[in-house]
Every structure is written in C-alpha cells, then in structure tokens.
C-alpha cells in the first residue's frame, strides 16, 4: 500500500514540476530574447551561433528555475489533495504526514543533486563556452556592430560614428571615437578613414585609424582644466563589444571547483579574488541545500488543512521562493561590502529558512494553522469586524 500511494503522489508532483519548469525557463529566456534578435538583426550573427549561445545559456538559467519548479511543483499536487480531500482519506486510512514524506523527500532530494551538478559542472561550462562562441564571433566577423552614420554605444567605454562602412575588407571611413573609459581623462578621436581587425595576441577587436586628430582634456585642479591636441597617422584602439573582455582570467562563475581551490590557494586570505572565489565556492553547495529546504517548506504549505484555494499555497510559496533568492544574492554584497565571513554569507538564506521549514513541519504534524493567531491578520481583522 505505501509503495502504491508513492508513485501516485510522484505521479501528482511531476506533471505540474515539467509545466513550472519549462513555463518559468521561458519566461526567464524572454528576457534575453532582445538581445538574441539584436544579435541577429543588428549585429548580423548567424542563427547557428545564436542558438548555441541559447544552449549554453540553458545551463545557467536551469540553476534558478529548476528549484522554483520543483517547489511549486510540489505545492501544487499536494494542494490540490489537499482542496479535494484526498489527504482527509488518506489520514482516515491511518497515513500520517510524517508517512507521505518519503516520496516528496526523494523528488526534493533529486531536485538538489540536478541543482548541485548544474552549479557546479553545467553553468560554468555554459559561461566558459560563450566566452569562447563569442570570441570566435568576433574573430570571423570584425565588423560587428559597425553601422553607418548612427552613433554605436555597443562598445565598452566608447561611442563610435562611421561616416561610411566598406564592405570590404571593413575598410570605415569619416570616423568619430568619444573614449571615455578613462572617466577623468576622456579623450576625442577623429579620423579620415580606418580598419576593422582581430588581433590574434590580444585576443582583441582592434580599430586602425589613419590620418586623425586626438584632442585629451582633463581636470588639473578645482578651477582649472587641461587639453591636448596630437595629430597622428596610425593610431591603434582596442574595442569591446561584449560585456567582458574576450582576453585575461576567467570571472569566478566560469571556473571549476580545481580553479577556485587554486585562486584561493595563491591570494592573500581577505583580498578581494580571494573572497569573490570563497563566496562562489559556498554558493555552489549553499544553492542545491537551499532547493532541498525550499522543496520541504512547500510540503506543510500544500498540507494545510486550512487552505484558501488552490491558489493559495502558489502565492505564499512563490513568496518565499523570492525572499530566499533576495538573500541569496545578496550573500557576496555582504561578503564584499560588509565584510561578512564570505565562507559563512552564502549560507545565511539557508540557515533562516530551515528554521522557517521546522517551524511549518512543527505545525502541520499538529494540524495547527501554519500562522499562529497573533501573526494571522485576517482573522485578527475578522475580530475586528464582528466587535
């Protein structure tokens, strides 16, 4: 008989588990959808590249989606056992809610490990091959991005104007450069013509200009500024057209587990590499415990026998699901910026919702209310209306 009731509650769990899970991948996905059709449209990337780029991004997005799905996927049966009664039958069969975990603790188990295997192989093999997929982009295709007499922003720290773009070669013609990258020391570039290249060293998209001007100015005191006019005939200008350089070390989210043992190992314990590698490690592990709480705190919520409708239980745990991922994020600022132990600060979201999980598990195997009289302001408020 319990093996009977198991499978039917696994049964009830995975059809709304799949639906969450591609529903919030979508809705997660649209938000990168603009930048995919620029990338095609404006940009000129080839469909292939765009959907690997998709593919890779599928791993990263799967880290937050994947737990989300699972918790309301595990609300939503046994909610709707719960509306329908089916949890009163099964409890007059002589089941208690400590018996109907083994299955709903498998599944969130489950749920953990796929989480755990994402953080720490899937998403940082997804983010290391984009940066290569873009890097290759960039090689085959120099003149991303370059269109004729518009002012481009899609570069990192500069504005750039082209009079007109040669189709071959990327030969440009009547170019304005604004650098602002050095944010004290701006300078202004003007060039009569100029080349598009991919520096092979550098790992770098370089712009030639030939027979320009560039004028510096800055600021020397409180009331006095500085300017400079140098006329050139070759000048050379790295450019960045991806929100990271396609050259130098790995961020922290792209490398493997090996890799940040090894930062942590060569820099000096408080530096900040040193922290940012601490705190990516612990976020790792710290993510698939706190899938593994989130699936045990959606358990009571679908038992309540005081359920307000089948929407109920959706909209408390969603809820919770936002402040837990609220204080997960935030778990490097505090590391970073408040100088919390940052082998400790991405575990804080864990530690406060296990005791949020105890204390709903303390009330529903006592067929409490979830919300003790005093923090339940609905009745307070019905109180109120009746006096």
Same mark, same amino acid.
């Given at each position: 008989?319990?093996?009977?009731?198991?499978?039917?509650?696994?049964?009830?769990?995975?059809?709304?588990?799949?639906?969450?899970?591609?529903?919030?991948?979508?809705?997660?996905?649209?938000?990168?959808?603009?930048?995919?059709?620029?990338?095609?449209?404006?940009?000129?990337?080839g469909?292939?590249?765009?959907?690997?780029?998709?593919?890779?991004?599928?791993?990263?997005? /799967?880290? &937050? !989606?994947?737990?989300?799905?699972?918790?309301? @996927?595990?609300? +939503? %049966?046994?909610?709707? $056992? =719960?509306?329908?009664h089916?949890?009163?039958?099964?409890?007059?069969?002589? /089941?208690? &809610? !400590?018996?109907l975990?083994?299955?709903?603790? @498998?599944?969130? +188990? %489950?749920?953990?490990? $796929? =989480?755990?295997?994402?953080?720490?192989?899937?998403?940082?093999?997804?983010?290391?091959?984009?940066?290569?997929?873009?890097?290759?982009?960039?090689?085959?295709?120099?003149?991303?991005?370059?269109?004729?007499?518009?002012?481009?922003?899609?570069?990192?720290?500069?504005?750039?104007?082209?009079?007109?773009?040669?189709?071959?070669?990327?030969?440009?013609?009547?170019?304005?450069?604004?650098?602002?990258?050095?944010?004290?020391?701006?300078?202004?570039?003007?060039?009569?013509?100029?080349?598009?290249?991919y520096?092979?060293?550098?790992?770098?998209?370089?712009?030639q200009?030939?027979?320009?001007?560039?004028?510096?100015?800055?600021?020397e005191?409180?009331?006095q500024?500085?300017?400079?006019?140098?006329?050139?005939?070759t000048?050379?200008l790295?450019?960045?057209?991806?929100?990271?350089?396609?050259?130098?070390?790995?961020?922290?989210?792209?490398?493997?587990?090996?890799?940040?043992?090894?930062?942590?190992s060569?820099e000096?314990?408080?530096?900040?590499?040193?922290t940012?590698a601490?705190?990516?490690?612990?976020?790792?592990?710290?993510?698939?415990?706190g899938a593994?709480?989130?699936?045990?705190?959606?358990?009571?919520?679908?038992?309540?026998?005081?359920?307000?409708?089948?929407?109920?239980?959706?909209?408390?745990?969603?809820?919770?699901?936002?402040?837990?991922?609220?204080?997960?994020?935030a778990s490097?600022?505090?590391?970073?910026?408040?100088?919390?132990?940052?082998?400790?600060?991405?575990?804080?979201?864990?530690?406060l919702?296990?005791?949020?999980?105890?204390?709903?598990?303390?009330?529903?195997?006592?067929?409490?209310?979830?919300l003790?009289?005093?923090?339940?302001?609905?009745?307070?408020?019905?109180?109120?209306?009746?006096?």
């Amino acid at each position: 008989m319990p093996l009977i009731i198991y499978r039917y509650l696994l049964l009830e769990i995975l059809p709304p588990f799949w639906v969450s899970l591609l529903a919030f991948t979508s809705i997660i996905f649209l938000g990168r959808l603009m930048k995919i059709t620029q990338m095609i449209v404006v940009k000129g990337v080839g469909l292939l590249e765009v959907l690997q780029t998709c593919l890779y991004l599928l791993p990263y997005l /799967l880290v &937050f !989606t994947l737990p989300m799905a699972a918790t309301v @996927g595990i609300l +939503l %049966a046994l909610t709707r $056992l =719960t509306v329908d009664h089916e949890v009163t039958a099964l409890k007059t069969a002589g /089941l208690s &809610f !400590t018996q109907l975990l083994p299955p709903i603790l @498998g599944f969130s +188990l %489950a749920a953990a490990m $796929l =989480t755990l295997l994402l953080t720490v192989f899937g998403s940082p093999w997804g983010q290391q091959a984009t940066r290569e997929l873009l890097k290759n982009v960039a090689q085959k295709r120099a003149d991303l991005g370059i269109q004729e007499q518009v002012f481009n922003t899609d570069f990192h720290g500069l504005m750039l104007f082209v009079n007109r773009v040669s189709p071959k070669e990327g030969g440009l013609e009547g170019i304005f450069v604004y650098d602002f990258r050095d944010e004290e020391n701006p300078n202004t570039v003007y060039a009569q013509s100029g080349k598009l290249s991919y520096d092979r060293d550098q790992e770098a998209m370089m712009i030639q200009l030939f027979d320009g001007k560039v004028f510096r100015w800055g600021q020397e005191g409180k009331d006095q500024t500085r300017w400079q006019m140098v006329e050139f005939k070759t000048y050379r200008l790295p450019l960045q057209l991806f929100s990271f350089p396609l050259k130098g070390g790995k961020s922290e989210t792209e490398m493997s587990l090996g890799e940040l043992w090894a930062t942590m190992s060569k820099e000096p314990r408080g530096s900040d590499p040193y922290t940012r590698a601490m705190v990516e490690l612990n976020q790792r592990f710290a993510m698939p415990v706190g899938a593994l709480i989130l699936c045990l705190i959606a358990m009571p919520l679908g038992l309540s026998h005081r359920q307000q409708g089948r929407t109920w239980g959706l909209i408390v745990g969603l809820a919770i699901f936002l402040v837990y991922y609220i204080v997960f994020t935030a778990s490097w600022r505090l590391a970073l910026n408040f100088k919390v132990d940052p082998t400790l600060a991405p575990w804080t979201s864990d530690f406060l919702f296990i005791w949020v999980a105890l204390f709903l598990w303390y009330r529903t195997v006592r067929e409490l209310p979830l919300l003790p009289d005093a923090l339940n302001l609905r009745r307070r408020f019905h109180r109120i209306e009746k006096k």
